[in-house]
C-alpha cells in the first residue's frame, strides 16, 4: 500500500531494488543521469521523490512493528519449548530416554562461577582487565561550541534533509 501516489517511471527509476541499479525485470540500467534526463517539471520530480522516501519510511516501520510481533512470538515459542524441557528432565531424573522417534540423554559440563564480590581476590594470573577509551563526544561538543582549542576534535557542519 502506498500513502501517495508517484509518477510511474520516477518510482521505476528510484524502486529497483536494495542499491541495485539495475531493473531486475528488463536489466535496463539506471543511475542519476537517468533519473535527471526523466522529463519532468523539477518541482515535480522533487515531490516524488519526497513521497517516495515517505512511501520508504512508512513501509519499514510496518516491517519494524512486524518483526516487533514475529519476535514476541518466537519467544513464547522457546519459552513453551523451555519449559516442555524442563517438564522432560523432572520426569527423566537423570536417566536417559530412547523410543523409535526420539532420544534424550545427559551430559556432564564443568563451568566456573565466580562471586562477583570475590574477583578482587583472585590471584593477577586470572583477571582479565579491559579498557575502552572512547571520546566524550557531547563534552566535547559543548567545549569547541565555547571556544575551547582541543587538539584532534573540531567542528564539522553538516546539512540533514528533513522529509515531513
Do not use: W
Request: glycine share 4%; aromatic share 6%; charged share 35%.
Amino acid at each position: 500500500m502506498k500513502l501517495y501516489e508517484i509518477n510511474a517511471q520516477l518510482e521505476r527509476l528510484l524502486d529497483v531494488g536494495d542499491g541495485r541499479m539495475v531493473d531486475e525485470e528488463t536489466g535496463e540500467l539506471f543511475d542519476q543521469e537517468a533519473l535527471e534526463a526523466l522529463e519532468m517539471e523539477r518541482d515535480a520530480k522533487i515531490d516524488g521523490c519526497l513521497f517516495f522516501i515517505k512511501n520508504c519510511k512508512a513501509d519499514a516501520k510496518k516491517l519494524d512493528e512486524e518483526i516487533k510481533k514475529l519476535q514476541a512470538k518466537k519467544q513464547a515459542i522457546e519459552n513453551k519449548a523451555e519449559r516442555t524441557k524442563n517438564y522432560v528432565e523432572h520426569c527423566l531424573k537423570g536417566e536417559k530416554f530412547k523410543s523409535v522417534f526420539n532420544s534424550a540423554y545427559y551430559t556432564k559440563t564443568v563451568k566456573v562461577e565466580v562471586d562477583e564480590a570475590m574477583v578482587k581476590f583472585l590471584p593477577d594470573e586470572f583477571i582479565k582487565t579491559t579498557i575502552k577509551v572512547e571520546p566524550k563526544k557531547t563534552e566535547l561538543k559543548k567545549a569547541l561550541m565555547d571556544g575551547v582549542v582541543v587538539n584532534g576534535a573540531v567542528l564539522v557542519e553538516s546539512l540533514s534533509l528533513t522529509v515531513k
